[in-house]
């Protein structure tokens, strides 16, 4: 069973907040990422780290920002919320290539 | 660039029909993986089955089974005797092997499957 969580699963907010989505995993993976999902179910990659002070943008361009301090911490952060950032963003970590072990993922709704 | 090509968006079965779930994918390594995931209504997305590009060998995991085909890049996914827990979206992934250890998944677009009682 995969060791990796995220926090808040809901987030309903007014435009113009700053957000962070938390994610968290007890395994020790070196990689973790951030995936945005449409509705439509498509997923793409917002940004990736592959250790501590390692941030990569992903292939689909993201107003939110991350942050690797600690190996099991990646908290995803959005300075000014908009109505467009409404969606799910799933958080994964990986040790070995491509067997990511996902959160539960946290649905933002911006009014 | 690598391309994941899913053609099936939704599918519905009775239970206890088989069922396949294609994918057909696009790169120029001769070094890559091949991957399923599953994502049921709750959110949360489960690794299934990973292969590299060398072993073309089919796979069965219970009412799971695999089918990689080098020839016509597909690596499609069988479900045998379907149940309504297998209800959920079916993702393909494909990943490159880059040098910078840059293990980047590019997924399809997902298949919704569901199977009704």
């Known amino acids: 069973e995969a060791d990796i969580y995220q926090t808040p699963r809901y987030l309903v907010i007014g435009t113009g907040k700053k957000i962070t989505l938390e994610c968290s995993q007890t395994?020790?993976?070196?990689?973790m990422y951030w995936y945005q999902q449409d509705p439509g179910m498509e997923l793409h990659l917002i940004h990736y780290?592959?250790?501590?002070?390692?941030?990569e943008k992903g292939d689909l361009s993201s107003e939110s920002t991350v942050s690797r301090i600690r190996t099991e911490h990646f908290p995803l952060t959005l300075e000014s919320a908009r109505p467009s950032h409404t969606s799910q963003y799933l958080c994964?970590?990986?040790?070995?290539?491509?067997?990511?072990?996902f959160g539960e993922g946290s649905r933002l709704t911006v009014l | 660039a690598q391309k994941v090509t899913q053609a099936q968006t939704e599918i519905s079965v009775v239970e206890k029909e088989d069922v396949t779930l294609d994918c057909v994918y696009e790169?120029?390594?001769?070094?890559?993986?091949l991957f399923w995931y599953k994502q049921p209504p709750s959110g949360e997305l489960v690794f299934l089955i990973r292969?590299?590009?060398?072993?073309?060998q089919n796979e069965i995991s219970g009412r799971y089974s695999w089918n990689f085909q080098k020839s016509t890049s597909s690596f499609n996914f069988t479900i045998t005797a379907s149940q309504v827990v297998d209800s959920a979206v079916y993702f393909c992934a494909l990943s490159e092997f880059s040098g910078a250890g840059s293990y980047q998944l590019t997924f399809g677009k997902g298949t919704k499957l569901s199977v009704i009682p």
């Open positions: 395994m020790g993976h070196d990689k």
């Open positions: 994964a970590s990986s040790e070995w290539v491509g067997e990511l072990f």
């Open positions: 790169t120029r390594d001769t070094t890559y993986y």
């Open positions: 780290s592959y250790g501590v002070n390692s941030t």
């Open positions: 292969r590299n590009s060398f072993d073309e």
